[in-house]
């Protein structure tokens, strides 16, 4: 059973910078594509970032690209999410996503979630 859980959440204020992880267990399958998908109260989640296993290639949401930068551990089950320059519209619940890399980059319903962690961003 693979299970994603995450950590580093909080609140902070705008300009401040937060990394967020997380570590995945249980995959049969090690050649796993992993990424972050956020939602805000009352909006539709919304695609941040992902990291193929290798964290050799990297995709982004244009409200964040230069901002976060995703990382992958070298023991490749535990991805980063490092966010620079926080704004308040980065508040959210921040999920730590599975899947291959074309389900992770082109849908939001990948295979598996974490439970999720809070970013909160004040002004």
């Known amino acids: 059973q693979v299970r994603l859980v995450e950590s580093g959440g909080d609140l902070v204020q705008a300009g401040a910078s937060l990394r967020l992880s997380c570590t995945a267990s249980?995959?049969?399958?090690?050649?796993?594509?992993m990424g972050w998908i956020r939602q805000a109260p009352g909006k539709e989640r919304e695609f941040v970032a992902a990291?193929?296993?290798?964290?050799?290639?990297?995709y982004y949401s244009d409200s964040v690209k230069g901002r976060f930068t995703i990382s992958r551990a070298r023991d490749k089950s535990t991805i980063y999410l490092q966010m620079d320059s926080l704004k308040p519209e980065d508040t959210a619940v921040y999920y730590c996503?599975?899947?291959?890399?074309?389900?992770?980059?082109?849908?939001?319903?990948?295979?598996?979630w974490g439970q999720g962690t809070q970013v909160t961003v004040s002004s």
């Open positions: 249980g995959y049969s399958d090690g050649t796993y594509s």
């Open positions: 990291a193929t296993y290798t964290g050799g290639r990297k």
């Open positions: 996503v599975g899947d291959n890399w074309s389900i992770l980059t082109t849908s939001l319903q990948p295979k598996y």
